[in-house]
């Protein structure tokens, strides 16, 4: 199926819309026709003095048309942009809801500024599909129909006539067009995405590239980027008008083929001169509707464009998760005991195996670290659990299920995870609290916040977006209290208190554990510090457990722990 | 900049060009009516034979040729005025915020930004590209066939007279209602991207606390918000081609009528003058509702205009910088503070009067709980913000004396967030100085600063696209290229925050012996907590909630201040007493 008629799918669910506006839009079409054909009527009947009722029956018809077509004309207008509307809507949200699942994936292929462009200039400029590719030419087609069919009463030539001009504006001059339009295919919306997503670039490094004096250079960069879009736009804009003054001419010349045709017929005597005028008058009125099919091409061009740009996206391969059998949607509500089993683990595109060969047992209740150098596979291991990522081979356990056949949703309402980066939305201190439990009230959360030492925030304080009004310390400190908000018995914590000096983090981690006290714990960590109290620790090194045992254990052990220890301590 | 009409002026040769054709328009539809009834009559009434009326016919068919290209030619001019403006604006915006300083930029949402620039700029496209053309047409087509029909027949003339009034009073009145409706979608808009990218950055976070559903939904309120502020300017849109289509309509049927009673009650006019007037009449209607249907895009694009130009108005206390060049010299300079401090505006932290020297190549620590104003200081070292009172001396002067360029020259600054631009990592290593560098450069950079084993590995080596922030890097591998681009810039001051966070302890070593060799040409300023740092310092600034509590080596504050003495021995892994 294309990427079009999935748009038209969607579309369709506004069945009820759409119908009404084609509905009124013939109306409105066939009743500007008759006015004029009816006024042009009356004032040749006028000129031969024909009875007063007769003359009042056509002006009366004239203003009564008038009305129908005004009031016919508006009601079209607001039922195909209500459907419009409403349909973009629809897109927005089933965009949001196909993106949704590739997420993290999707990161590693497409910038944000770019889905950010996607998602609103796509959408937005798919409104024209409905208003000017799908429904015009049903409304046209069904005017100029019956158009032809009056006419052919009185001059079967004209008829003819009509019907050509209506072949020539609709098809084959939008047709012609649609062949120069290929050229410039596409090449807006790609210079859109482009630019968007420099500029949504720039603005996030901004401080950097001030400070390192490259606002210039990017500045400038940007500017001739605008420049390429602006030229493009350009040029679209101009094939368009120059697309629509061609198709006003062909309508031009065809109300003056119908007026020397019809002169002609009239000379002949196979015409009634009465009616030439009212004719003439039809043709000039026929054609309005038809207009706006000369940028058809353009739009139609454009929609595929962006409906294409659109599920690109979603349907990339690349990116898919890949399909199990979920059957377990719910866990119970305790402590879990994990287990990896001989997993194999790559990541998408890296050059090497991250863990070749891994098996670990993690039981209920338990508190375990995991130490090892930057890149050695620690933070892998939290992703595999959350099932962030998939193994190649080997399985994860959560308690005796196989992770694959557990939800992703089921996994998450059980753990308390903080992350090294952790995300905070534009709002407050409230909204992002409120994010582990929407039902917390506002005591709750002050004693958490005073908890992780935060007591300087007040629930109100305004959060930038990213968090960019927070120091490090203060984002990892209210992700712990997010955490530690949250329901669930297997806390995963990757490196929580990094930015935290000494003091604070022997706090913080005390909170930890009181809370921790019944539930699986595993915690990545920088520092060998503190880690006396943990059950087990694993020493990771390139994808590998090297060590593993209690603090004392290894310390005993003499080996690569007690190297990194003594290398801390020298580091003091 | 700040005056839409302003934009226009500045093509006026353009415009005067534009008047030209639109005149030459509406002579054209004259010309097409008369031509046209001169036809019709000759063969309906006059009984005229068909080679009477074949010049008249050929003359139509040259006026309308000229109708057509005089329209073409009017609405190209129109798309190249937007263009040039659309350049204009959106060159002048970016400007206006590359300008904005650190700290005001990072206030508002990115996502609103990028909508200004893009959205906002390209809305304004339709008032030059169309609304301009149209008001040209719309003023002087109807004045000619006015002029035209009043020659003709003044009764009809009087009944358009009195009609058309209504049309323009009509548009003013609905028109302010529309562009302060299409302020309000503009800004819909920007709230929703911002909340779309918000939204998108945070899924992880959204999907590991279950809360994906709840954003959807506020994704799709959102999003119908949009859509009603939409159809509320739109209604107002067309209940006003409602009205005027109305009074058209009614006025054509009166002009019809009149000319009608006109024909065959007094016998006053031809049928020559009354069609030439039924053809005239909807052309001048016509270019009327023409104008309304554009009026309200164009007056939608004035609002997203005035929006876009309001941006320029935005008061920023951006810094106000000097005119001084800093001597750059191979030793680096000695700086003071003095008695500095500094209040964000918008919280009630506050940075008291601190005094201390930083002779050259010194390494300066500097110590504190989080919170305590660590990284404020340095954001004043690096220029970003400035002292509300006292100052930063440096060579004996004042710092904001100097040009922001001569001081930036000499600084090199690794944050805890060194921001990687999408590009290869050379590209990115690159970026640490202004100056042309060659691959070698890099490479000896990359090398000091303990990356190069890492980049080797790659398939492309230094050719390897690295993604937006940075995807695809590790913290402390991120870390290393921004000690890279240090190398490669040589600075004589290196301002370092938090230069070991989450880093394990091997990357933390390379990286401690990385700075040590940059301290070898430059002073070091270092937020720091590790106490290697610490110790090896020439001297520590230990700050508490914005106060200075002491300036020291460690053993001094070691042995004089207890608080210092406690953060050391918790460090130590010693329980607080």
């Not at chain 1, 933070?379 to 959350?386: A, P, V």
């Not at chain 2, 954003?215 to 409602?242: C, H, N, P």
């Not at chain 2, 490479?443 to 492309?460: F, H, Q, T, V, Y």
């Not at chain 2, 989450?502 to 300023?525: F, R």
Request: proline share 3%; with cysteine; aromatic share 8%.
């Amino acid at each position: 199926m294309s990427a079009l008629q999935k748009v038209i799918k969607l579309m369709l669910i506004e069945k009820k819309d759409i119908v009404i506006a084609i509905c009124l839009g013939f109306i409105a079409g066939i009743s500007s026709v008759g006015l004029f054909a009816a006024s042009g009527y009356l004032i040749s009947k006028a000129a031969l003095i024909p009875p007063f009722y007769a003359l009042i029956v056509l002006t009366s018809t004239v203003k009564l048309l008038g009305f129908v077509k005004a009031g016919a004309k508006y009601g079209e207008r607001l039922y195909s942009h209500r459907a419009t509307f409403t349909i973009l809507s629809n897109l927005r949200v089933t965009f949001f809801e196909k993106l949704e699942p590739l997420v993290p994936h999707v990161f590693h292929k497409y910038r944000s500024g770019d889905l950010l462009g996607r998602v609103v200039g796509d959408v937005e400029s798919l409104q024209n599909f409905f208003l000017r590719v799908f429904y015009p030419p049903i409304v046209l087609l069904l005017v100029f129909v019956s158009t032809i069919f009056f006419v052919s009463f009185y001059s079967l030539a004209i008829a003819v006539i009509l019907l050509l001009g209506f072949l020539l504006t609709t098809i084959v001059i939008p047709a012609l067009f649609s062949l120069r339009q290929v050229k410039i295919n596409g090449r807006v919306r790609q210079e859109r995405g482009d630019l968007s997503t420099e500029i949504t670039e720039v603005m996030y490094g901004f401080r950097d590239l001030k400070l390192f004096q490259q606002l210039d250079t990017k500045q400038n960069q940007l500017l001739s980027q605008s420049e390429t879009y602006i030229n493009e736009q350009k040029q679209e804009n101009i094939n368009k008008v120059y697309s629509q003054s061609f198709n006003g001419f062909i309508t031009f010349i065809v109300s003056w083929f119908v007026l020397a045709i019809g002169a002609y017929l009239v000379v002949n005597g196979t015409l009634e001169g009465i009616f030439l005028a009212m004719l003439v008058m039809i043709s000039l009125t026929v054609f309005e509707p038809a207009a706006p099919m000369a940028v058809f091409p353009i739009y139609i061009q454009e929609s595929r464009d962006a409906s294409n740009r659109l599920y690109d996206v979603v349907d990339e391969p690349d990116i898919q998760p890949s399909e199990t059998n979920i059957s377990i949607n719910h866990l119970p509500d305790v402590p879990p005991g994990l287990a990896f089993s001989d997993i194999r683990f790559t990541y998408k595109g890296e050059w090497r195996t991250t863990i070749p060969n891994l098996s670990l047992l993690l039981p209920a209740g338990s508190k375990t670290a995991i130490v090892g150098a930057s890149g050695s596979g620690k933070s892998t291991l939290l992703q595999l659990i959350l099932k962030m990522q998939q193994v190649e081979a080997g399985q994860v356990y959560w308690d005796q299920h196989d992770t694959l056949t557990v939800s992703g949703s089921a996994i998450w309402e059980q753990t308390k995870v903080v992350l090294q980066e952790n995300h905070f939305f534009y709002g407050t201190i409230r909204d992002n609290l409120l994010l582990a439990d929407p039902g917390l009230q506002d005591d709750q959360m002050n004693a958490v916040l005073a908890s992780v030492q935060l007591e300087n925030f007040s629930l109100d304080t305004r959060v930038s977006e990213n968090g960019e009004n927070l120091s490090g310390g203060e984002k990892q400190r209210l992700a712990i209290a997010r955490a530690l908000l949250k329901k669930g018995h297997l806390w995963l914590l990757d490196e929580p208190t990094s930015s935290l000096d000494a003091q604070t983090e022997q706090s913080i981690y005390q909170q930890i554990f009181n809370q921790a006290d019944q539930d699986t714990l595993l915690l990545v960590s920088h520092r060998l510090q503190g880690l006396e109290q943990m059950d087990q620790i694993i020493v990771m090194n390139h994808g590998e457990i090297i060590e593993s045992g209690s603090y004392q254990e290894l310390m005993e052990l003499e080996g690569y722990f007690y190297q990194m220890k003594t290398l801390e301590e020298s580091l003091l | 900049m700040q005056n839409i009409k302003k934009t226009v002026w500045r093509h006026k040769r353009r415009i005067y060009f534009l008047v030209g054709l639109t005149l030459l328009l509406g002579l054209a539809i004259i010309v097409q009516a008369f031509l046209m009834t001169r036809i019709v009559d000759g063969v309906f009434l006059k009984n005229l034979s068909f080679s009477a009326v074949t010049s008249p016919i050929l003359a139509l068919f040259i006026i309308l040729l000229i109708r057509a290209l005089t329209d073409y030619m009017s609405k190209r001019i129109g798309v190249s005025i937007a263009s040039d403006v659309k350049r204009d604006v959106r060159k002048d915006l970016l400007t206006k915020y590359a300008q904005q300083p650190v700290q005001l930029a990072e206030k508002g949402q990115t996502g609103k930004k990028v909508s200004m620039l893009l959205d906002g700029v390209d809305e304004m496209d339709s008032f030059y590209s169309q609304f301009i053309p149209q008001v040209m047409q719309s003023t002087f087509v109807p004045l000619l066939v006015m002029i035209v029909i009043f020659t003709q027949h003044i009764n009809s003339g009087i009944i358009l007279l009195v009609s058309a009034p209504f049309i323009p009073i009509f548009m003013i009145v609905i028109g302010i209602q529309t562009q302060k409706k299409s302020e309000e979608k503009l800004e819909k808009l920007a709230s929703f991207s911002g909340a779309f990218l918000d939204t998108l950055q945070g899924l992880v976070t959204l999907k590991l606390f279950g809360r994906t559903k709840k954003q959807k939904d506020e994704l799709e309120q959102s999003s119908l918000g949009f859509r009603d502020t939409t159809m509320d300017i739109l209604k107002v849109a067309f209940t006003q081609s409602f009205a005027l289509e109305l009074i058209s309509m009614i006025s054509i049927g009166i002009v019809a009528l009149e000319l009608a009673i006109q024909l065959i009650i007094y016998e006053s006019i031809s049928f020559f003058t009354a069609f030439v007037i039924l053809i005239l009449v909807p052309e001048f209607f016509t270019s009327l509702k023409e104008l309304g249907t554009t009026f309200h895009n164009g007056r939608s694009s004035m609002g997203a205009a005035k929006k876009v130009l309001q941006e320029f108005d935005e008061q920023d206390d951006s810094i106000q910088w000097g005119k001084n060049e800093m001597a750059q010299e191979e030793v680096p300079p000695t700086i003071q503070l003095n008695h500095l401090s500094f209040t964000y505006p918008t919280s009630d932290f506050k940075l008291h009067n601190m005094d201390a020297t930083f002779l050259p190549k010194q390494k300066i620590a500097i110590v504190g709980a989080s919170g305590s104003g660590k990284t404020t200081l340095l954001h004043l070292l690096a220029g970003m913000i400035t002292p509300d009172e006292g100052a930063i001396n440096v060579q004996q002067q004042d710092l904001v004396t100097f040009t922001e360029a001569s001081w930036l020259n000499q600084l090199s600054y690794i944050s805890q967030h060194p921001y990687i631009f999408s590009g290869t990592i050379g590209e990115n290593i690159a970026m640490g100085t202004t100056a042309a560098v060659d691959e070698k450069a890099i490479r000896e950079a990359a090398e000091k600063a303990g990356i190069a084993p890492l980049i080797e590995s790659l398939e492309n080596q230094y050719q390897t696209k690295i993604g937006e922030a940075g995807r695809g890097l590790s913290s402390g591998e991120k870390q290393r290229v921004s000690i890279a681009r240090a190398f490669l810039k040589k600075p004589t001051i290196v301002l370092l925050d938090e230069p070991t966070r989450g880093l394990d302890l091997a990357t933390e070593k390379i990286l401690q012996q990385s700075i040590e060799q940059l301290n070898e040409t430059a002073t070091v300023i270092t937020v720091a907590h590790r106490l290697h740092t610490i110790k090896t310092a020439d001297q520590i600034l230990f700050l508490e909630n914005g106060q200075l509590q002491a300036v020291g080596t460690h053993s001094t504050l070691f042995d004089t201040l207890p608080a210092y003495r406690e953060m050391v021995t918790i460090q130590r892994g010693g329980k607080q007493a």
